[in-house]
């Protein structure tokens, strides 16, 4: 990081003794239990730990604030020497987006998609009479431009749902900084990017910190990202604080075990499977596809490839590659424009209007965000019966005997799960409740869009080893659509590289993994980062580009 030590002297946030409770089975539990921190301009300090420790909850309440079902319960938040603790309400709100910003996980949930993003970004500044209407429009554009936002002077004259996430996830973090606060609550915001992606919002946001002395925390399960942002890192489990260092202490020599613990996950990773030999049919043939959106752009280019029984390919890229639209194309949500999609050498209807219950059974989907994916007013149950009711006909009893087989095969007790919501459960429980509908259809083929990329490494590990034990006893196929490449040799047989809408190398993953490789999964791979502080810096040196995306155009 920049050497800020003379912008560091003062201490912007103290928090001391702070205990938070939540609500839960009609009464109040004490879920983050006397955790004390402080952070001077300048500097930023990351929050890390597994769902649950608490992260979150503890970066919301240095704004003074607690989600519903949550109250600050005791200890004291001093924010520039006030009080949030007993600030009132109003003085609150005034405070929040003025000096206080927070960058959400999820910029798709968090911008309103009926407003342009230029609109929503000007709206604080106006509203505070720091800026009139065109001049903070204008100071927008710098702002993207200082976020390496291609077309920063028109990007922000679109909707949310016409630009990448990670382009949205920057315009978030220009929102943030609209009226130049002195701190930023930076919640997971590139936990969903794809790595090259991630590099770009990475050193965006290290810069635009050190830029305007802004103090920041950052909340993240991802050690070696924290690495790159953090000053010094708090390590949370279960509402209590483990220990805090340096960044560069933390990694060389963490004192505790559970630290140790966290450093050493993603231990899980199969073995290789190979095809089967033979005359045998792929449960999924994609051949020589092409699609295209109603603009006309073509998205896929002559896309290729297999997938067989009890084997899973994973399918990577960064944003745009064409990933999740190959999906679509096999799910028949986008028909293609040329080539075809077989099932166990059956020859789909390119629409899915077209194909007949059996042939939409087949083919499931479990959702990247499980937050957004299951309704938050249905039940357990009625979530995971419906499919069991709509291609099983299954009724009564026959349909809660199949509710709680669904929830023992996806390690969740039926008695206790049965009855409950979605927002009742962790990010790992949701997850398992997306599997068990997917499941519920009895399906051949499952396209896996990114399910761990929002979870803690240690939860994550824990759906790998799921997915993997099912699919062994259920001998499915999957497609894995990610951008995490620990991910890729965690679990997957074979691997399929995709860039800008074609496939530019694929193969079984041993291979994929040994040099020589292609010069763009090479950059893939070199974008990983590292547990090493200075990975970021080191990286960006290496490839002489002020902008990661002139990098990957370069290869």
Request: net charge negative.
């Amino acid at each position: 990081m920049t050497d800020t030590k003379e912008k560091k002297k003062d201490v912007l946030l103290k928090v001391r003794d702070l205990r938070i409770e939540g609500y839960s089975d009609e009464k109040w539990i004490e879920i983050v239990h006397g955790v004390n921190l402080t952070l001077h301009r300048g500097e930023v300090l990351g929050l890390i730990g597994e769902s649950g420790a608490g992260k979150s909850t503890i970066g919301l309440a240095a704004m003074g604030f607690a989600r519903d079902g949550c109250r600050i319960s005791g200890g004291t938040v001093e924010f520039d020497g006030m009080e949030l603790t007993t600030t009132p309400k109003s003085d609150l709100r005034a405070l929040r987006g003025l000096r206080i910003a927070y960058v959400a996980q999820s910029a798709a949930a968090s911008f309103n998609p009926a407003h342009k993003i230029i609109n929503q970004h000007t709206e604080a500044p106006v509203q505070y009479r720091i800026q009139k209407r065109l001049q903070a429009q204008e100071d927008a554009m710098e702002l993207y431009e200082k976020l390496r936002l291609p077309n920063p002077t028109e990007i922000g004259f679109r909707y949310p749902h016409q630009v990448s996430g990670g382009q949205l996830q920057r315009a978030m973090t220009a929102m943030a900084m609209a009226c130049r606060p002195d701190l930023i609550i930076f919640d997971e915001p590139t936990t969903a990017l794809d790595v090259t992606t991630q590099i770009e919002v990475l050193a965006a946001i290290r810069d635009i910190v050190d830029e305007y002395n802004t103090a920041a925390i950052y909340i993240t399960h991802d050690l070696a990202v924290v690495a790159q942002m953090a000053d010094r890192i708090k390590v949370l489990l279960k509402g209590e604080e483990v220990e805090t260092a340096d960044t560069d202490t933390m990694l060389s020599s963490p004192q505790e075990d559970y630290t140790k613990s966290l450093w050493a996950v993603r231990s899980f990773q199969r073995p290789q499977r190979s095809r089967p030999k033979g005359d045998v049919v792929p449960v999924i043939s994609v051949q020589h596809v092409d699609a295209s959106y109603t603009s006309g752009e073509k998205v896929l280019d002559d896309v290729s490839f297999d997938i067989y029984e009890g084997m899973t390919v994973a399918v990577v890229g960064e944003s745009g590659s064409g990933k999740s639209t190959t999906a679509r194309c096999i799910t028949g949500l986008l028909p293609p424009s040329a080539g075809k999609i077989l099932f166990r050498g059956e020859e789909l209807p390119a629409d899915y209007h077209n194909r007949t219950k059996d042939q939409l059974r087949q083919a499931q989907m479990i959702y990247q965000m499980a937050d957004t994916a299951l309704n938050p007013k249905v039940k357990i149950s009625e979530i995971i019966g419906r499919p069991a009711q709509f291609y099983g006909k299954l009724r009564g009893a026959a349909l809660k005997s199949r509710v709680d087989e669904l929830l023992d095969l996806i390690e969740l007790e039926p008695a206790k799960f049965y009855n409950r919501y979605p927002p009742e459960l962790s990010g790992g429980q949701k997850q398992r409740i997306g599997i068990a509908r997917a499941l519920a259809a009895e399906p051949s083929f499952i396209i896996c869009d990114e399910v761990t990329s929002a979870l803690d490494q240690l939860v994550a590990e824990g759906i790998l080893k799921l997915l993997d034990r099912l699919q062994k006893e259920l001998n499915l196929a999957y497609m894995f659509i990610t951008h995490d490449l620990a991910t890729v040799r965690s679990i997957a047989d074979e691997v399929v590289v995709m860039r800008r809408g074609k496939i530019v190398e694929q193969g079984p993953k041993d291979e994929m993994f040994t040099p020589p490789h292609h010069p763009y999964t090479d950059l893939l791979l070199s974008s990983v980062p590292e547990m090493d502080s200075n990975w970021l810096t080191t990286l960006l040196e290496e490839r002489g580009v002020d902008n990661v995306g002139e990098a990957a155009n370069a290869k």
